[in-house]
């Protein structure tokens, strides 16, 4: 079995509600051109699906996000769920 994308989740989820084909775009749209990454935040949708999806895929379209972030003189780190991630090397880049 194949993984499913987030975005496919989406879909999937309009799909058995029966929401008008054009609410993807509207979410798609949110999130690339609006720069929304919460559900609850995407106000162009009604609160009722808006609701739902967050029920269903939580509350965030990308599951990941930032738990804490350490900087020192020399890299910066930030710890996402549960992975440590080095984000840039200030020896390598600059300040």
């Known amino acids: 079995m194949n993984p499913v994308s987030k975005y496919e989740m989406i879909r999937q ?27 609850d935040r995407m106000v162009i949708l009604p609160k009722s699906l808006r609701e739902e999806l967050i029920q269903t895929l939580g509350p965030r379209v990308c599951s990941i996000f930032p738990a804490k972030e350490l900087t020192s003189s020399q890299v910066s780190k930030v710890l996402v769920t549960g992975h440590l991630i080095l984000t840039r090397s200030k020896a390598l880049f600059g300040s």
């Open 13 to 39: 989820v309009l799909s058995e509600l029966k929401q008008p084909s054009y609410r993807y775009s509207q979410i798609t749209e949110a999130i690339f051109k609006l720069k929304v990454g919460e559900f």
